[in-house]
């Protein structure tokens, strides 16, 4: 069964730099999304992508984030200058188109030092 | 605000109880609301639904969804251990398609 699969599945760094989450998305989906899930805390929509553009962000995604589909089978979200705050769960979720259901990846843990 | 309010919070049973889980919402331009259930790490798709009054059932579990009162229900009957995780309900809205609002979800737990 096709999935979306995530790595690394645990990172962790230090505060002030760099990290890219990578994503593939299920093969025929256009639709691609992240989400955060700080521990014991809603998850939270970050962004959302098509057409190899931001289609939405929320106020949580600002200049730190950015996301990219360096190629025709990958999406990553790269978090500049990280902060302690920046721990989380990322998940990445795709959607054959935008009015259908979401799958998600297993995630990726991030922890920050 | 958009709010997605599901309870209970916590939920404990033994196995073969019948389980009511329930979702409600206040969305802008309201789309769908999905059923997730997250075990160890990411949520795994359950159900979609958009239409008011359909019941969507796959083997022990349903739901449905009642528009008027901006509510959804999940059923989960003869319950197993296995069924223990943390159930998510998602609801899509805002004129954005899959931005979606999560609840905090509710804590199930089976026990033998």
């Known amino acids: 069964e096709p999935e979306v699969t995530q790595t690394p599945s645990h990172q962790v760094t230090q505060m002030g730099q760099e990290v890219i989450l990578r994503c593939v998305p299920i093969?025929?989906?256009?639709?691609f999304y992240w989400y955060r899930q700080i521990l014991g805390q809603k998850v939270e929509f970050l962004v959302s992508?098509?057409?190899?553009?931001?289609?939405?962000k929320s106020e949580i995604f600002d200049d730190q984030f950015s996301v990219e589909r360096p190629d025709g089978s990958n999406f990553t979200l790269k978090i500049r200058s990280t902060k302690l705050e920046d721990s989380a769960m990322y998940f990445c979720?795709?959607?054959?188109?935008?009015?259908?259901?979401?799958?998600f990846g297993q995630g990726t843990r991030l922890t920050v030092v | 605000e958009d709010k997605v309010v599901q309870s209970p919070l916590s939920l404990v049973v033994h196995e073969g109880d019948t389980v009511t889980l329930n979702c409600s919402y206040e969305?802008?331009?309201?789309?769908?609301l999905l059923w997730y259930k997250q075990e160890k790490k990411a949520p795994t798709f359950l159900f979609m639904l958009?239409?008011?009054?359909i019941e969507k059932k796959s083997g022990r579990l349903s739901s449905i969804l009642d528009k008027k009162e901006l509510s959804s229900i999940l059923n989960i009957t003869a319950t197993q251990t296995g069924d223990s995780a943390i159930y998510l309900c998602?609801?899509?809205?805002?004129?954005?398609?899959?931005?979606?609002?999560f609840g905090s979800g509710t804590k199930l737990n089976v026990k033998p």
């Open positions: 992508f098509y057409n190899n553009e931001i289609s939405e």
């Open positions: 958009t239409s008011s009054g």
């Open positions: 979720a795709s959607s054959k188109t935008g009015k259908t259901e979401a799958f």
């Open positions: 998602a609801v899509e809205g805002s004129g954005n398609f899959n931005k979606f609002y």
């Open positions: 093969s025929n989906h256009l639709y």
């Open positions: 969305v802008t331009n309201f789309r769908s």
